[in-house]
């Protein structure tokens, strides 16, 4: 195929995508193919009135009443609805609070002192460094072993040590290559030995139609500033199925997840339901931000943003096939394998995410080599991902990523 072809096969792609018209829902800068959303979403046109209003009415004239009058209470569970939605989830599991770190934490802890006779907690060995640090810090709080193991492993050494495993807990998407685990297989074998299972949706949500309540997922958090668009630092959330609530014990104890909070009691009891995940006050500004962005789903399923992404990267895909046949890819081909970014693997990646970014298109770098471009169905486009493909290949024959004014900085 030619360049051509590529563009004709995206302009027919873009009129036939059913959730196209999500783009004029966010507020994208001119001259830009954003293809960072796997690490911050882009900004819902929505949440700048909504941040404006909670400013300078709810918080400036309102004050503390809003408490009470503008529901700001009863947000992260009201929000935490709207999410489980997204990802499958019945009302009153999911809960919006703290940051993804805090929920991983309280997760770990309750999963594995609901094994107590097991020493064992199962985690993914290419996971995002905060889930292997916490998964440690259990460990060694509980005096538990951890195996680091690829997902793929999963299966069979539960097969082998299953009675032993206490918990498993592996992130439903890779954050580095973008290849997406088998949540149905994997959560079935661990359950089958009686492990709880637990999935990191930080780059799931969002993008994938990843279905808990179908699949009997125990236990899950997510991020909410990726495909969700919460705006940097907004809070994570925190699911956790009903049949397991009245057990759930996390160790912070905090006065929101109280029962009976403004009783301010001098001895903890736990709130029933998904209240008991709060623990102190949540991010105002950041929580109704986020509701604001969720706003941008509505009247779409996310069996319909899943179809999208998958033809996004697939056509990407095939543009790197055609223009790019050197540039080895490291985001698996099979479409049920690759969640809603594509990697390259390039030698001099810091230098190609550098020399992209100065021609518009903006996508991150991870260690040691790769360039990972995220695909956001809401608001990037077919056409977009084509020319995203003809940069690259521009900014290599140019020999751009070899520029010595490329120079990284804290964040990549």
Not at 64 to 83: F, T
Not at 352 to 371: K, N, T, Y
Request: include cysteine.
């Amino acid at each position: 195929m030619t360049v051509e072809d590529l563009r004709r096969r995206a302009a027919e792609a873009d009129a036939a995508n059913p959730v196209a018209g999500l783009r004029d829902r966010f507020a994208l800068p001119d001259g830009i193919i954003y293809l960072d959303g796997n690490s911050l979403g882009a900004q819902p046109r929505a949440a700048e009135a909504v941040a404006a209003d909670v400013v300078r009415r709810q918080w400036g004239t309102d004050l503390i009443r809003s408490w009470n009058d503008n529901g700001w209470w009863e947000a992260p569970v009201r929000i935490g609805d709207r999410i489980g939605a997204l990802v499958g989830a019945a009302p009153g599991q999911v809960v919006v609070t703290d940051s993804t770190s805090v929920n991983l934490f309280k997760v770990l802890t309750a999963a594995t002192r609901l094994r107590p006779d097991r020493r064992l907690i199962v985690t993914d060995v290419a996971s995002f460094p905060t889930d292997l640090y916490l998964a440690d810090a259990v460990a060694d709080l509980l005096d538990r072993e951890v195996v680091r193991l690829s997902p793929p492993e999963v299966v069979g050494f539960l097969g082998e040590c299953g009675e032993d495993v206490a918990l498993v807990a592996v992130s439903s998407v890779d954050y580095r290559t973008g290849e997406a685990w088998d949540l149905p297989t994997i959560t079935r074998a661990a359950q089958g030995v009686g492990a709880l299972v637990s999935w990191d949706l930080c780059h799931a949500a969002g993008a994938l139609d990843v279905r808990l309540d179908d699949h009997e997922v125990d236990l899950a958090v997510g991020c909410t500033y990726k495909y969700l668009n919460g705006g940097p630092g907004s809070p994570s959330f925190l699911y956790v199925a009903t049949r397991h609530q009245d057990r759930f014990e996390h160790p912070l104890s905090g006065w929101q997840g109280h029962a009976e909070p403004f009783a301010m009691a001098d001895r903890y009891t736990p709130a029933l339901g998904i209240d008991r995940g709060r623990v102190g006050s949540p991010p105002v500004l950041s929580l109704l931000t986020l509701e604001a962005g969720l706003d941008a789903f509505d009247g779409v399923t996310m069996a319909e943003v899943r179809a999208a992404s998958l033809s996004l990267t697939g056509l990407f895909l095939d543009a790197v096939a055609e223009l790019l046949p050197e540039v080895a890819v490291a985001t698996p081909p099979e479409p049920e394998r690759r969640g809603s970014q594509v990697s390259l693997r390039h030698p001099d990646a810091f230098g190609v995410v550098a020399a992209l970014i100065e021609r518009g298109v903006i996508g991150d770098f991870r260690e040691p080599d790769i360039v990972r471009l995220g695909f956001a169905a809401p608001y990037v486009s077919h056409a977009e991902a084509v020319e995203a493909a003809v940069a690259l290949r521009a900014v290599l024959d140019a020999g751009e990523h070899l520029d010595p004014r490329h120079v990284r900085g804290t964040v990549t």
